[in-house]
């Protein structure tokens, strides 16, 4: 690597950050002037002395932010470079640098050169932020948390509504306790392909394990099952006895079903479906009713097209940038401005119309409107490159 690709890495990286923390500082001060309050008022109610509730605050609001500023370097990465390139360009015009380069033979695409990999190099961490950091567990909590709930425990346990099986059976829980996987209160509608009953069963608790031996007729199973206690069984067929439609309490039960702590995640995490990796996302597209798929898959393929859009927007408005003429940076720039937010708003509209309904009857297909920006503007931004005066 040459003086000069080190010089403009150096000089592109500190605007990068400067840009990143300008906006972000102005993202976190609004929202914090917004919802101070709710910050007051938990930290209150979580301590019992006036003496630590400016330290419990602001405990508060670090924790907070610290976790939201993931999910805020999502939406704002795509926008970022091309503001540090911008500044970067204006710093080397007014200090006359460029002129000394164009004026020693290098060529203005040498000179974009180091600001386009360190793009693609963010665009990288874009990537790796999206699917490695945000989904984890830990951080998914964290991010749904609402300003008034930092200081509250965090709690694993959730009602099961009416979750479908693969058999076409209905399970209902008042409970799941996701960190034991253990599910309470525990109701199975049993039904035919046809939705008509068959039968139900009822149980206390049912517990996500390997079965024990007494229940698999002494053979030890290596694949685990709902273990149910104190449950019951219900036939609710139309032909069926009523002396014995109704079986005696068990002391356990087996069962096994479709319905896994990993589907149950899965159910629960549409709530925080944004936070999810792409695979995840493609997990919940095949355990979901038809009506929520299109959304799923927009929001699976957006992710292969976001950083590829990052990367056009850049390769769009940095040729406005490097211009062999000075006086004409400023009367660019605002060009560049026009362009960018034209690409921004028209990207961000294509991206919503996947899997919604025009007309009455046609649908978008989600693949066509997370790839179609690419392929208006990824030739836009080859015609732009090529204007530029070397």
Known sequence: MRILDRYIIRSFLINYLLALSVLMGIYILFDLIVNFDNFTKAANAATDTTGTTAWAILSDIVDFYAYQSLAVFQQIAGIVPLL???????????????????????????VATP???CAVCISAVH???QELIIPQPSVVEKLMRKHGEVAQPITHNDPVYFVRDTDNSLVLATRYDSVNKTLYDLRIIQR??????LGRIMADVAIWEIPPKELTGGVQESTEAWVMKNARQIDDRLDADPSQ??????KTLLYHTGI????????????????????????LIQNSPDVNKP?????????????LMNLILLLIGIPFLLTREPGRLIINMFYCVAVAGFVFASTFMLFQLGGTVLLGHFTVDPLLAAWLPVLIFGPLAAVMLDTIRT
């Open 115 to 117: 600001i386009i990999i």
């Open 84 to 110: 540090a390139a911008g500044f970067t360009m204006v710093r080397m015009t007014r200090h006359n640098e460029l002129t000394a380069m164009l004026a020693s033979g290098v060529s203005l695409y040498r």
């Open 192 to 197: 035919d392909e046809n939705g008509a009953p």
């Open 295 to 307: 959304m799923l898959a927009r929001m699976m393929h957006i992710r292969f097209t976001q950083p």
């Open 260 to 283: 896994t702590p990993a589907q149950l995640d899965l159910v629960f995490s549409k709530k925080s479906v944004e936070y999810l990796s792409s695979a995840k996302i493609y997990d």
């Open 127 to 129: 990537v790796i932020n």
């Open 245 to 250: 439609r109704a079986a005696g309490p068990q």
